[in-house]
């Protein structure tokens, strides 16, 4: 309390007023007093001369001394001084007051005396003002004894009145300031019955409902927040004049920025891209959603910037989707298809060709229509082929192809394979061979056994068909990397004609050829290497690519240690 500015201006004011208050009835009570004292006084003198008359007439008729003595006796008696002059001049003073007084001070009266016969002398009487001070002066004594108690009654009244006052109003500050400082649970206890008391209430109530929208704000502000920041979808809201009010997570990703750090930014600053900048403007002046697509950083955003409501519009939502995997799927599908008619049409076109010219009479020439015929088997073989890898395919990167995934031993498919390919190797003097690892260890892998065998067959294929006569193709395997990451490493290599270093990264993508004229002439599909790749994956595994430091290409499985 004693801290309280509020209380020390009204506790000093009222004193103030109290204090005022007092001198004036003092001093208006004196003034009253002295009055009233002043009036006794000379109702007094007027009753003494009423007294005296009969005794003043009788001595100033004959100035004996027996009638000076009793009317002196009598002055003495009622304290009062005397003087009476006789018509012949003779004059009687009786002064009780001796002559040292203030006769200005004095209170006097005089009367003429007279008798039947006329006027017989004169009479006065005086009344020291001495008695009249000293009688006020009593008062001053009471005054100065009941001041100070009058005036500490006044302080500790004022105290209690005040602090009564001033006490709830400051519980009401002290509330209203927590408020201010978001601690909503900050009640004022009051217990005043007067408006205070009311207020106070009000103010209660106030703050418990101002408390609950606050938690229901941030609730919903958390919900929001929570539903934004996982949207794939980058969100940005920018005010009127295009400064950032929010940005999730998301769009902080695409435009490289921390959301918090842009908030209150040109959106310009924030994401950096004209034509974003340019559409939000168009949006914000036509209150019509815009939509634009943008090249940024390597990536393709397809953006939709929606105006908020009002008039003018009082900003814009921007949203933003990273369509860059969508347009690149879209190109992979819009190639496919253009490769897979090309790859199509050269045998449907041989096939028609030859069967026209069959049916337009070379079926009659026995001499050459057997090549005919030929071609348009060798063609359909073509065609099968190319739609068998295709089919496997689509089956492999569409995961419906059901693998059995089982711990397959390497050395045991290395040997079906060569077995396999022997006779093909053999047909063109290529020397084909298998070089296990050093020592008894038994090589695993994880993976589905007719898996690995189309993987082994298309690299060996490969390797016989781009390894010229008299050439080398071998199979190495051998174990890489340790525990959980432990690996097997199966290496095909050959003598061939190698890959161009520039292409070595294309080779796994479907319909990739090399030399596109040998590929075909060799009966290529161009899916082969493809099939290796998405095959290698399905068994968690990877497969990479070199060229040999002499002379031909090194292809490299790495499949999951079983
Ligand atoms: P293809 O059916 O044409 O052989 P692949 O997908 O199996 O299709 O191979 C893609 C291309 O990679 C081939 O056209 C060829 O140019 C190149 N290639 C594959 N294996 C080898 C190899 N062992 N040596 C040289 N080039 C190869």
Redesign the pocket.
């Known amino acids: 309390m004693v801290r309280s500015r509020l209380f020390w201006k009204l506790f000093l004011g009222f004193t103030l007023v109290n204090v005022l208050a007092a001198v004036a009835l003092v001093f208006a009570t004196w003034a009253w007093q002295k009055d009233r004292a002043a009036q006794l006084v000379e109702q007094e003198l007027n009753t003494a001369a009423l007294l005296l008359t009969e005794d003043a007439v009788a001595w100033a008729k004959d100035p004996s001394e027996a009638n000076a003595k009793r009317l002196r006796d009598l002055a003495d008696r009622i304290n009062i001084d005397l003087r009476v002059s006789r018509s012949g001049n003779q004059t009687l003073e009786a002064p009780k007051h001796g002559r040292d007084r203030d006769a200005a001070q004095s209170v006097h009266t005089h009367r003429i005396l007279s008798d039947d016969s006329g006027g017989v002398g004169e009479l006065w009487l005086e009344r020291p003002a001495q008695t009249l001070t000293q009688t006020l002066g009593k008062l001053w004594g009471v005054y100065i004894f009941y001041a100070p108690l009058v005036a500490l009654l006044m302080v500790a009244a004022g105290y209690g009145v005040i602090a009564h006052l001033v006490g709830p109003v400051r519980a009401l500050n002290r509330a209203a300031r927590a408020m201010a400082n978001g601690d909503y649970q900050q009640r004022a206890f009051i217990t005043n019955r007067d408006e205070l008391g009311v207020l106070a209430r009000s103010f209660n109530q106030m703050s418990e409902e101002l408390g609950q929208r606050l938690t229901e704000l941030q609730e919903s502000d958390r919900r929001q927040a929570t539903v934004l920041g996982g949207m794939i979808e980058g969100v940005i809201a920018i005010d009127d004049r295009q400064r950032v009010l929010f940005a999730n997570s998301a769009a902080g990703k695409l435009f490289d920025f921390l959301p918090p750090e842009v908030e209150g930014r040109p959106l310009l600053e924030a994401a950096r891209n004209h034509s974003l900048h340019q559409a939000a403007t168009t949006s914000i002046d036509s209150r019509t959603p815009q939509r634009l697509e943008i090249d940024w950083d390597e990536r393709v955003l397809s953006v939709q910037v929606t105006p908020l409501v009002g008039e003018p519009a009082t900003g814009a939502i921007i949203v933003l989707h990273d369509t860059t995997e969508l347009r690149r799927l879209e190109n992979l599908r819009r190639d496919f298809v253009a490769n897979v008619s090309h790859e199509l049409k050269t045998p449907l076109s041989t096939i028609k060709a030859n069967a026209e010219t069959l049916l337009r009479g070379a079926i009659d020439d026995k001499e050459h229509r057997g090549k005919f015929l030929r071609g348009i088997d060798e063609q359909s073989d073509r065609l099968s082929e190319l739609i068998h890898d295709m089919l496997n395919l689509a089956r492999i990167e569409s995961a419906q192809q059901p693998f059995e995934i089982q711990s397959v031993e390497v050395s045991r498919a290395v040997e079906e394979c060569i077995e396999n390919h022997l006779h093909r190797a053999e047909s063109k003097r290529i020397e084909l061979t298998m070089s296990p690892p050093e020592g008894e260890a038994v090589h695993l892998v994880k993976a589905d056994r007719e898996g690995l065998r189309v993987i082994l067959g298309?690299?060996v294929?490969?390797?016989i068909?781009?390894?010229p006569e008299g050439g080398a193709v071998w199979i190495a395997w051998g174990a890489e990397g340790e525990h959980a990451g432990r690996r097997v490493r199966i290496e095909?290599s050959?003598t061939?004609?190698?890959?161009p270093e520039e292409k070595l990264t294309r080779?796994?993508e479907r319909f990739?050829?090399?030399?596109?004229a040998?590929?075909?002439h060799?009966?290529?599909?161009?899916?082969?290497?493809?099939?290796?790749k998405h095959l290698a994956q399905a068994f968690g595994g990877s497969v990479e690519v070199e060229n040999q430091p002499e002379q031909?290409?090194c292809?490299a499985v790495l499949l999951p240690s079983g």
């Open positions: 298309n690299l294929d490969n390797a068909k781009y390894t095909v050959d061939g004609v190698g890959i080779v796994f990739y050829r090399v030399d596109d040998r590929s075909r060799l009966g290529g599909t161009g899916l082969g290497l493809s099939i290796v031909g290409a292809f």
